[in-house]
Structures are given as structure tokens and as C-alpha cells.
């Protein structure tokens, strides 16, 4: 932000007026140039980060392809050798049998690991166009009610009927709420309720996700964003990461907030309007239908 300010008419050259920066007359107006100093801050530094995961994406999906080459030929021979095994006739044979069937295992575990980190460094361009989020977002509860239902989790909808279409790439953001539902209904017992809503706040389109499900601790919301932490047997913790990525790339955010015992709510915070999506190292987020950058 500029040090200098506009004159008030008459007032004296090099004189500021009270609401400007370094002016002490008007406390408020201090505290509101902070409070707008912090968020551009912390804006920038989202938007450096963001950038810099899509430097490090490039770098590490390269060397994961790498390693899931020889990991699909290992599953291939483990294959072949169960299939000359056959029919145990021994106990030695058998346990042969046993011990390949683990390594296969292993391997295609390994391989979803592989495929969910893929997906988390990736960051392509995005296919943005005009869209309406009530729509989409009943598009989504619609395919996924079923299942909550006979979960036993009742799911309400709510949408705010001033809201404006919003710029964004459809695909990537239904499958930011579809994880955000996923998460829901895996908090949740029968008896719960997921409640789904789209409201316009200001500049900002949001997209909340509320379950009144067992909720988290304070440690559990710090790490909830961290890659490669999760509360699930078989989670891999590269859910939140990719979604929040997602967010950020549409110049938004995503911010949790939960209390144990209580519920877990997930806000998702998109621009209405004057905000171009973040950059992916595949080019600039273009309009559906469009030409992408170079990759």
C-alpha cells in the first residue's frame, strides 16, 4: 500500500488527511488499514504458496511415474506367478500362494497411494466458465444422497437465491464437495445431519458444508490440511490438501471449523467477480472450451 494519500481541498501540501496511513487522529481508520494490510498479506503469501506446490507438483509427479512404471510390471509378474502356482497341493505351496497374494496386495495399495499423491501435485490449468452454483451443487447432493440416506444422515440444501453465476471449473470444484460431503458422512452417525448451502457474502460466493457429526479436537483441525494425515484406517490424508489447492487455484479459500461433539463445518470462499484463478505450470486457467497454455 502507498504511503502517500489524496489531499483534502485546502489543506497543505505534505499534510495528510487523519484517515491516512501513519495518521493517528483517527483510530479506527488505523485499525481498518491494518486489518486490510494482514489480509493482503496473507493473500499474497496463499497465492506464493500455491505457486510454489505447483512448482514442486511438476518436479515429484515426474519421479512418481517414475517409480509406478516398475510397480504395474511387479503386479504383473506377481499375476503370472499365481497363476503357475494354481491349485495348492501342498501346505509349502499354499503358503507360497498366501505370501504373493500379500505382495499383490501391497502393491496395488501402493499404487492408489501413488495415483492420490498424482492427483494432489498436479495442478492444471483450469477450465473456467460462467456457472450456477445452486445447480451444481443440488447436482452433487443429488448423486450422493442415496448413500447418505441409507447411512441413516438426513441431507438439507439451501440456496441463496441472490447469488450471481460464478467463474469456476465445474468438474474440479464438484470434486472439491464431493470430499467434503465424504468426509461428512464418515463423521457422522444415523441420526446425523449434513446440511449443504450456498450463500452470497459481500464479493464472495460460499459453499458450506456442515455436519452435526462428532467433530475435531484442536490438533486434529491444525493438521487437517497437512498431506498425509488422516483420522481414517484407510485414508490416505491427501483429501483436504487437494481440495484446499483447488480452492486457492479459483483465488478462494477454504477455512474449517469444527468443535468436538458438535460438528464440523467447511466453508468454501469463492470471488464473485474481479479475481482471475491462480496460474497452473500447464498455462493460465482459460475459458471451457478454450486454448490452454503451453505445458
Excluded at 489543506?11 to 484517515?19: E, Q, S
Excluded at 497465492?47 to 512418481?64: D, I, S, V, Y
Excluded at 496386495?105 to 501402493?110: I, M
Excluded at 447432493?141 to 450471481?164: K, M, N, W, Y
Amino acid at each position: 500500500m502507498s504511503d502517500s494519500a489524496a489531499q483534502e481541498p485546502g489543506a497543505a501540501p505534505g499534510n495528510r488527511t487523519p484517515d491516512s496511513v501513519g495518521g493517528t487522529d483517527d483510530p479506527r481508520a488505523a485499525e481498518r488499514t491494518g486489518r486490510d494490510v494482514g489480509q493482503a498479506a496473507e493473500e499474497a503469501s496463499e497465492r506464493l504458496r500455491t505457486r510454489q506446490l505447483a512448482r514442486l507438483g511438476a518436479l515429484f509427479a515426474g519421479f512418481a511415474h517414475e517409480i509406478r512404471n516398475p510397480l504395474s510390471t511387479i503386479r504383473l509378474n506377481l499375476q503370472l506367478v499365481r497363476e503357475d502356482l494354481g491349485v495348492a497341493e501342498s501346505p509349502r505351496e499354499a503358503r507360497i500362494g498366501r505370501r504373493v497374494e500379500v505382495v499383490e496386495g501391497e502393491v496395488v495399495r501402493l499404487q492408489a497411494i501413488l495415483d492420490q499423491f498424482l492427483n494432489f501435485v498436479r495442478v492444471p490449468a483450469l477450465q473456467v466458465a460462467p456457472v450456477r452454483l445452486a445447480e451444481l451443487i443440488g447436482s452433487i447432493v443429488e448423486f450422493t444422497a442415496p448413500e447418505l440416506e441409507a447411512a441413516g444422515i438426513e441431507v438439507r440444501v439451501s440456496h441463496d437465491p441472490t447469488l450471481p453465476e460464478v467463474l469456476l471449473d465445474a468438474d474440479q470444484v464438484r470434486a472439491v464437495v464431493v470430499n467434503l460431503l465424504r468426509n461428512a458422512q464418515d463423521a457422522c452417525e444415523p441420526g446425523d445431519e449434513i446440511l449443504v448451502r450456498t450463500v452470497r457474502r459481500g464479493d464472495e460466493a460460499l459453499v458450506v458444508v456442515a455436519d452435526t457429526g462428532a467433530g475435531m479436537d484442536e490438533e486434529v483441525q491444525e493438521r487437517a490440511f497437512q498431506p498425509y494425515f488422516s483420522t481414517k484406517k484407510h485414508g490416505t490424508g491427501l483429501g483436504l490438501p487437494t481440495a484446499r489447492r483447488v480452492v486457492e487455484q479459483h483465488g478462494g479459500r477454504l477455512v474449517l471449523d469444527s468443535e468436538p461433539g458438535r460438528g464440523t463445518q467447511f466453508t468454501i470462499h469463492l470471488p464473485i467477480e474481479g479475481h482471475l484463478p491462480i496460474d497452473g505450470p500447464e498455462g493460465a486457467a482459460s475459458p471451457a472450451g478454450g486454448t490452454e497454455g503451453d505445458a
